[in-house]
């Protein structure tokens, strides 16, 4: 019972660790890439429309902050003219004050404001007819000049009051409007808020959305109008790797090693080399060092023929890169033993750009390439002496 448990248990992570790699990152609701397509245009179209919006916000608020800026200022100057204002209340103050003091002394001096009788008593206690007029003119005098400061104190505290009512008045409409403007521009903000927050979320779905889309392009090599339940099935199919048990081989029946793997000096310089270089006789056969599947073939300019082997080795994953061959007989999908011929051993310099004679570039990597990683080999690959058995360099061998 123990050993019919410890079976279902490793089929269950298997079949959990399957499930995790084989489906995509976002929810696939559509039947084809085509479909999925149409609903990223329709998502970015709704996000076009929430960035206008926000745009939009963000210039209404930039305007509603400009004017509480410009409103600032407009404080600013109300406070310059309400001191202004205070200091003209001051000589106002100052002015009525004065006036007080000279009809009070004008009063006291002459005794002229209780009655009509104090003019006469005045005018007529002249001693001669000159006194009698230069009396009556003085008394005349007096009392305009009395009336007029009266009249004039009376404005200026009029004015004075006035001037009071009009500081009050423009700093309650100024108070207003910056508040509302204030309120304005808090509402806006949260309208901002929300619509930022609506934005990342739907950005968020697009981002899944394209990368479910190039995921389904590039990893499992759908077309726009094929069902992508079908497409998964068959790139299961197409990702099997055949398990082995034996360890690799060489992948020259005859050669020896010419560069080993890390830093060289080719060309009177050192510089990091990502493979283990290898030679033979001109037109070698190149074999697959183990059983595996063939996950990707290329033909460059620098590199020339170029070859990717997945391997699945008691149970660990692997790939093998194969360079500089002139030619190769596999592709894409090919299962292969360690008898299969891939390629043959090239790297002339007639037919590569970056080998200096015939030579077999040898790289070696952790994991699955295009299954357990997406980078160029080469950026993760490690040394093949720590996984294959190869004499010292320039030493031949004969077997693999």
């Not at 981002?207 to 992508?228: H, M, P, R, V």
């Not at 009177?268 to 697959?288: L, N």
Request: net charge negative; aromatic share 12%; with cysteine.
């Amino acid at each position: 019972m123990k050993i019919i448990g410890k079976i279902l248990n490793i089929f269950l992570i298997i079949t959990l660790l399957s499930v995790s790699f084989f489906s995509p990152f976002y929810k696939v609701k559509a039947k084809t890439i085509a479909d999925m397509k149409k609903e990223l245009a329709e998502r970015q179209a709704v996000d076009d429309d929430a960035l206008k919006e926000k745009n939009l916000t963000e210039s209404e608020r930039k305007e509603i902050k400009d004017k509480i800026a410009r409103n600032e200022e407009k404080v600013v100057e109300l406070l310059n003219e309400n001191e202004k204002l205070n200091e003209e209340i001051a000589e106002l103050n100052k002015s009525i004050e004065e006036k007080y003091k000279e009809i009070k002394r004008i009063i006291n001096t002459n005794q002229l404001m209780n009655g009509e009788s104090k003019y006469l008593e005045y005018i007529f206690g002249a001693q001669t007819f000159t006194d009698f007029i230069f009396r009556a003119s003085v008394a005349e005098q007096l009392s305009k000049y009395n009336k007029e400061l009266t009249d004039q104190m009376e404005k200026d505290i009029k004015l004075r009051e006035e001037k009071q009512k009009e500081i009050a008045k423009m700093q309650d409409e100024i108070s207003a409007i910056q508040q509302d403007l204030k309120n304005q521009y808090a509402r806006l903000g949260e309208t901002l808020s929300a619509l930022v927050e609506e934005m990342t979320n739907e950005l968020d779905d697009i981002k899944l959305l394209k990368n479910n889309i190039a995921e389904l392009q590039n990893t499992y090599n759908c077309s726009d109008d094929e069902d992508i339940e079908e497409c998964k099935e068959r790139a299961r199919r197409q990702a099997f790797i055949p398990p082995s048990t034996g360890a690799f081989k060489r992948p020259l029946s005859y050669g020896w090693v010419t560069a080993e793997y890390g830093y060289y000096s080719p060309f009177g310089y050192t510089q990091w080399h990502a493979a283990m270089d290898m030679s033979g006789p001109s037109g070698s056969y190149v074999y697959a060092s183990a059983p595996g599947r063939v996950v990707a073939t290329y033909i460059e300019d620098c590199g020339n023929h170029i070859v990717y082997i997945a391997h699945n080795v008691n149970g660990t994953r692997y790939t093998t890169g194969y360079w500089h061959m002139r030619t190769f007989y596999v592709s894409v999908g090919d299962l292969v033993s360690e008898n299969t011929v891939i390629g043959i051993m090239g790297g002339g310099r007639w037919e590569d750009s970056c080998s200096t004679g015939e030579h077999l570039d040898f790289v070696f990597t952790l994991g699955a390439y295009k299954t357990d990683y997406f980078v160029n080999p080469r950026t993760v690959s490690v040394n093949p002496r720590y996984y294959l058995s190869f004499p010292e360099k320039y030493y031949d061998w004969t077997t693999r």
